[in-house]
């Protein structure tokens, strides 16, 4: 039993000779030419006819479904195999003559191999032609791709491979990226391209010299598909020379001469006109639209690469394609690129995506990535996610951890360095972003049990902060510290304690220690530093020596080549350079984490350093478990090292250890949750924290909530301390909604401390008093100051009150560190005060006498008394000294702040204050200065008004104290004199009980 199809053609054959010879046949006319039938639409025609037939005679399969035979009359996919529902689904993408010359035929022999997948073909149809940009064709490919999913029965859980053939690789790694930025379940095969066009300059291959035209490269690329490789050669040389010199070039003419050349049997000079000019349509229109084009983003879903051995001039693709597809696989396949798709060659392509897709539906679902997160590995368990060193991950993420990733469970993550992070002005600025990522990420995996951030090198000390931010969010993670301390620069790294060498220097020696060549670098650094001027002649010498000791060794990170090693070592000098800037820290000062962590650490070092680096973390963190691996800071991790420090971090986050130690501090064990939710509210001196620095200090102190009161115009409206804590009190019983409406509060579930800084000190302990009279649990802490004093010191910083201008000019130097100018200029106006003379301007420059005459001579805050040329002088003598801290404020705005601080200092001293005749009897803490000469004085004052005084001290003065390297001291004795008091009051209670 037998079917015909007959097309209308006109020939040499007749119906009746199809008939004869078959008893019981049926004749139906299908579409197109006898040459194109089985082409494009033309095709689809026939395979309707065909499974319609297929289907009356009952020997469809099973799988092959009624939304089956719909897309198989589509125009727009062809189904080269129906495949089981549950199976995975491969899309095939045409190259860059969109196919016009087979009809998604082309894929025929691979697709039948492919078995059991589902395997179609997306057509260059109108709709696809009307796309004018790679990512525009991409998605209107990827609405086909779900829809025929959908149409199959499948639920959605299948795997989605989208595999491109030569340009085809362009579209398909734009659509998987794509669908697995949208959650799809997506893998992306590559057959033989790279995924940028037009590709490296070359005359053997398609898209390797100047675009001849759609027509002309239609010929040149079907010369090559019969195999007249030398013919298409020289005619792209020919062609290129025509076209550079001006010359238009025939296309009719090149169609002859390749028609000679191809002598195909079965070839008219008609159906190759015709395939000209189909192909020319698409390759003009595709080359246009993506002409040059470089992906946007890279690919971070599973990707393979298949490389065709008999065509070396394609293989460029695995270097330029891996710059885009993070987890990315290179195999070799069978033939050369213009034949790999047929007979036996497409046989072992076909072997080849079986194997890997079987490996990828076996494995576990892997989920998106946030933006700037890269997938190292996912399944169930926690998401852990590693922050990387000085050299910024340069050889990809997560590579220089070595086999670490693969022993862990849970969702293994690599932070990126990308140009977001890299354009991060602070440190503080880029642990932000990066703590941002991370929740967007962890939001992706709901499911994932517990958060773990795991840094070494200066990533320790990123991932410190990340955990301190995610601390103040109440978001709960675990820290783990990789042989390394969580300050910079190291006290204990000698890696840089020598002069620093040069970026692609000090790159060059990461790189060869990580390789192993741990003796070569210190050689080389021995000999730089004895000779003293290392290296004058650039890093290229040095790069190709060390080459040469760990070449075979950098093929792990598949770094094959000189100019490879060199690229990379470029990458992590520009990486190494702005991490160091963002890192430098201020004169004799350190970076180190904003605050105390109270979550569990995990710190994994070698036995030599163990003691060190514990009692090193224990200033920043209050929960930690320190274990011994032998393990070097500069080493990758595979083997027993990388086993070891996967167990014991595996060990880490599935037992709730309790660290016991009879002679550790017992303020450490105790739990500071309770105490992080006391809201915390500073209370501003004279000048209002009109320069931000308390604000800083409410940061660090991760309050749960609480910030600074501020002294705006309804605040100075008052005529009294009483009046203006009653104000700030009300205030914080709306913040905390203490008081709902028309209730009283109920006192014993209200609780606050208060911090007064410096002349804050008197308005804090009124308002502290305030809230004792109503029973409210209240904490009182003074910084540098007296609580008896209701203003600034009468007798100011130089012994005698100089006005309130040039107090307020005074201290601003001293805000923002220039305290030997602020003293010297104090003691200098005192002095002329006293001997009744005014200061001569002779101590400026002459340049500077123009800016004196420009300013008026008084009234500047509204007190007469206090202007004049003498705070004219100062207020200038100020701007020049302080235009470096002041980030290019004018003179005009540094008069304008000058004013208002004068003016809050005047306002502050006129309040009224009284004395209480009951002394504060809560907790109370004193906070002075190191080497503070008025310190005994300060506590025997305070101590007549605070019954339970503690005494505590802190880095800088007055002033200095609340500055970026000193700020986090004081919080740390805040913090901890809180924790502190709290185990108190819980022993007393127990005690009562």
Known sequence: MGTARAAQWTGSFKIADVRHGFLNSKVVNGKGSHYNMMQGEQAATQAALVLEFAKRLGGVADDISSAGLEAAKSQKMLILRPGKVESSKVYLIHGLDGDALSGGSTFTSIAQRLAPCRVGALVYDQEALECNSIPDLAACYNRRVLEDVKSSGDAGESLIVIAGY??????????????????????????????????????????????????????????????????????????????????????????????????????????????????????????????????????EGPALL?????????????????????????????????????????????????????????????CPAAEGITVLRDCPGPCIYFLHG?????????????????????????????????????????????????LQDRALRPDGKRLVLVGRSIGALVASLIALYLQK????????????????????????????L???????????????????????????????????????????????????????????????????????????????????????????????????????????????????????????????????????????????????????LVQDRTRVDGDRDPRHEAESLDAAHVPIYVVPGCDGGVLGELASLVDILNADTGGVLVFDQEARRCSSLADLAALFLQRISDDQA???????PDASLCKVLLLGHSSGAPLAYEMAMQLQDCGVDVRLVIVQGEVSRAGPSSTGLSGCWLGSTCEAILLLANRVGEREFALKEAEAMAKARQNGQKLSRGRLPDTCGLAFDGISGG??????????????????????????????????AFKELVADLASRIDWYMSLDSLEHQDAFEGPALLILVQDCAEAESIIESNALYCTQLEVAETNGDQHSCMHQGNVKSLAAQILSWQVWSLILIMGLDAQLT
């Open 306 to 366: 298949i490389l065709a051995p008999d065509t070396p001039e394609f293989h460029s693709a695995a270097e330029i394609n891996a710059r885009y597809c993070t987890r990315m696989e290179v195999v070799t396949g069978k033939g050369s690129h213009y034949n790999m798709m047929q007979g036996e060659q497409a046989a072992a392509q076909a072997a080849i995506v079986l194997e890997y897709v079987k490996r990828l539906s076996e494995a576990t679902l892997v």
């Open 502 to 652: 040069g970026g692609e220097v000090e790159a060059t020696f990461w790189l060869s220690h990580l390789a192993g060549a741990k003796a070569f670098v210190d050689e080389q650094v021995q000999s730089a530093v004895t000779r003293g001027k290392a290296f004058a002649e650039g890093a290229s010498r040095l790069q190709t020596a060390a080459f040469g000791q760990i070449a075979s060794n950098l093929e792990a990170f598949g770094i094959r080549s000189l100019k490879e090693f060199r690229s990379v070592c470029t990458l992590a000098s520009s990486h190494c350079a702005r991490l160091r800037q963002l890192l430098r820290p201020s004169a004799g000062s350190m970076r180190t984490p904003a605050g105390i962590f109270d979550g569990k650490v995990l710190v994994i070092t070698g036995a030599e350093r163990q003691s060190k680096l514990e009692q090193s973390a224990r200033q920043y963190f209050r929960n930690i478990v320190t274990r011994c691996v032998n393990t070097d800071d500069h080493e990758v991790y595979v083997g027993a090292v990388a086993s070891s420090i996967a167990s014991e971090i595996s060990q880490f």
């Open 738 to 744: 203490w008081i709902s409406e028309g209730d009283l």
């Open 859 to 892: 009234y500047m805050n509204g007190h007469s008394n206090n202007g004049g040329v003498e705070e004219s002088k100062l207020l200038m003598r100020a701007f020049w000294k302080l235009s470096d801290q002041l980030n290019g404020m004018s003179v005009d």
């Open 166 to 299: 030569s340009h085809g690789c362009v579209l398909a790694h734009q659509m998987g990226h794509q669908l697995y930025k949208a959650g799809v379940r997506t893998a992306v095969v590559m057959f033989d391209l790279e995924v940028t066009w037009p590709p490296p300059s070359t005359h053997s291959r398609v898209g390797g010299y100047e675009f001849l035209g759609g027509e002309a490269e239609a010929v040149l690329l079907i010369s090559r598909a019969f195999g007249k490789f030398d013919f298409a050669i020289k005619e792209a040389i020919e062609l290129t020379k025509m076209k550079a010199q001006g010359q238009s070039i025939d296309v009719d003419a090149l169609i002859e001469r390749a028609y000679v050349a191809l002598g195909q049997r079965g070839l008219s000079m008609d159906l190759l006109k015709m395939m000209v000019k189909r192909g020319g349509v698409n390759i003009e229109k595709l080359n246009n639209i993506g002409n040059p084009w470089e992906p946007l983003e890279k690919y």
């Open 390 to 438: 000085l050299d910024g991950d340069a050889l990809g993420p997560g590579m220089n951890l070595g086999s670490l990733p693969s022993l862990l469970s849970g969702r293994i993550c690599s932070i990126e360095y990308d140009d977001e992070a890299f354009a991060c002005e602070t440190i503080e600025a880029l642990a932000k972003l990066y703590k941002e990522r991370i």
């Open 473 to 500: 969010d109440h978001v709960e993670c675990f820290l783990v510290i990789l042989n390394s301390e969580v300050v910079w620069p190291s006290k204990l790294d000698d890696s840089f304690c020598y002069d620093w």
